[in-house]
């Protein structure tokens, strides 16, 4: 019986409180006492007659608990996470993000705090012979022969951040920001809004499984309006997700608590609802399709780079796509390889926790094929999913990657403070929540600013470390100068780890045992 003593207690001041205000004068101590004991009472006897175990069994004192599970991330992050340990972003990660944004100091004292020993930690060597000057080959040319309008991008693009996930300013603030670095803006798969188009930054349109903003009445993809929108002088490329790495083989989710009347309209979907979009694209099914539909949007773009995301699952079906590239003769003019590790506004957890491939995995092994095939120099890949640092920027370009896309990170540049709330509608910095009560904290002009700051402090950044490690442009970077440690000082360079290849490996008759097996099972005609 004692876990009803709280209540009981609760009942009988409540009960004294009452007869001390009707017996005698009304005194401040006793109008709070009935209102607070009053309070407590009511909350107990509705527990009592509750549907859930917890508040029958335990009245009043259950609140405890569920006190407890909503302050305990904030808890966590704040007081008992180290510097390094939290997740998904560090504090040590988060710090250098705010700091590079605000273009203050962003040095540290005393040596690591990181464990240089530890199974995976991934280092590179330095030079003895640093260089005093990088050439910086700072823009990369998207698209070659297949397009009429070639796009000249960043080292560093905005990630896809669709609006919806997101509000008004935050894009208008992205975007603007864009400008300013001389970097992309990618729209996400929730569709090419008036805000992306307000601040005259470079957009890469996004066209996902649900086609939002260029579908028919039946959710199909609209040529018509593909053209319409993709001839925007604004938009530089086309980017067709086929899957992203928190929730590959899922379709996109944005809970209906954050769809307004706006985003319902630009997306062409019904208000009140959770906005689940296909797992798949109607629009082809086959590697040989999926070619066909790039080539389409060339077209109908004008002549604008299109190109492709994925999240890297079964090999066999990559392979097929690079089987498919050498039937046809068709080709993507890049692809964009999101890693397992890579963040979403809401997903599924196991979908999060246990289905896709990590980003260094992903991003070797599809350099591989297209090494493995000879087009490598004809086809574009952007890294993205934890991208955070100049050095993560180093170690991608080093395994294959010509540019990469950052999202969480621009989202603290913004001043996201890695709430956990973005499916919520709740976001406490106004940036994931189309309300408008919480959205107006945005200043677009100084978040901008900051975006931009980022953008720049991280390019010197990257600049930096290629300098120390002896390399004067990024082309000079490859996959030996990074290694993979497997503790107590000994490691692997990501050259041996993750099995490169020389050009045109696949076409030969004595395939790498790592590629064999998945080459002969891969088929152009499915995936």
Not at 37 to 55: C, P, Q
Not at 219 to 232: M, Q
Not at 275 to 299: D, G, K, M, Q, W
Request: proline share 5%; hydrophobic share 40%.
């Amino acid at each position: 019986m004692l876990r009803y003593l709280p209540f009981i207690a609760s009942l009988l001041l409540c009960a004294l409180s009452i007869t001390g205000l009707v017996a005698l004068p009304p005194t401040a101590i006793t109008i709070v006492g009935t209102i607070v004991f009053g309070f407590f009472s009511l909350v107990g006897t509705i527990d009592l007659f509750s549907k859930h175990n917890l508040r029958r069994l335990y009245p009043l004192i259950c609140h405890i608990r569920y006190i407890s599970e909503t302050l305990g991330p904030a808890i966590q992050q704040y007081f008992i996470a180290t510097t390094t340990s939290g997740r998904p972003y560090s504090e040590q990660q988060r710090t250098l993000i705010y700091e590079r944004a605000k273009n203050i100091e962003d040095t540290v004292p005393f040596g690591t705090q990181m464990d240089i020993t530890e199974y995976g930690y991934i280092s590179a060597k330095h030079s003895l012979k640093p260089i005093k000057t990088t050439t910086v080959l700072d823009r990369v040319s998207f698209g070659d022969d297949l397009c009429k309008q070639p796009y000249s991008a960043s080292r560093i693009n905005i990630s896809a951040m669709s609006f919806g996930a997101i509000n008004s300013r935050a894009i208008r603030a992205l975007n603007r920001g864009a400008k300013m670095s001389g970097m992309a803006h990618n729209t996400g798969e929730g569709g090419l809004s008036s805000h992306h188009l307000k601040e005259g930054g470079d957009i890469i349109w996004q066209i996902g499984t649900a086609y939002f903003g260029t579908r028919d009445h039946e959710g199909n993809f609209c040529p018509k309006t593909f053209a319409e929108k993709a001839n925007h002088p604004a938009v530089k490329m086309i980017e067709i997700k086929l899957s992203q790495g928190a929730k590959p083989a899922h379709g996109g989710v944005l809970p209906a608590a954050k769809i307004t009347d706006e985003i319902a309209y630009i997306r062409g979907i019904k208000k009140g609802q959770d906005c689940i979009s296909p797992p798949t694209h109607s629009a082809f099914s086959t590697p040989i399709e999926l070619l066909e539909f790039v080539t389409n949007l060339r077209e109908l773009s004008g002549g604008k780079p299109v190109g492709f995301k994925l999240c890297l699952g079964k090999k066999t079906e990559f392979m097929g796509i690079c089987k498919a590239m050498l039937k046809t003769g068709m080709r993507p003019d890049f692809i964009t390889i999101d890693g397992a590790e890579g963040g979403t506004g809401a997903a599924p957890v196991e979908f999060t926790n246990r289905l896709g491939t990590p980003a260094n995995s992903a991003l070797a092994f599809i350099y591989n094929c297209l090494v493995g095939i000879n087009l490598n120099r004809k086809i574009r890949l952007i890294s993205s999913a934890k991208v955070t640092s100049g050095f993560d920027v180093v170690c991608r370009m080093a395994l294959g990657a010509n540019t990469c896309n950052m999202a969480r990170p621009m989202m603290f540049a913004l001043g996201c403070i890695q709430s956990l709330t973005c499916n919520t509608n709740n976001c406490p910095t106004g940036i994931a929540t189309s309300k408008k009560s919480r959205k107006f904290a945005i200043n677009i002009q100084n978040r901008a600013t900051r975006v931009a700051n980022f953008h720049n402090n991280t390019i010197k950044s990257f600049t930096e470390i290629m300098a120390a490690m002896g390399a004067q442009t990024p082309i000079d970077l490859n996959p030996r100068m990074i290694h993979f440690s497997y503790g107590e000082g000994i490691s692997k360079t990501c050259y041996d780890l993750f099995n490169y290849i020389e050009p045109g490996h696949l076409l030969s008759d004595d395939i790498h045992l790592a590629y064999k097996h998945l080459w002969e099972e891969a088929s152009a005609e499915s995936f």
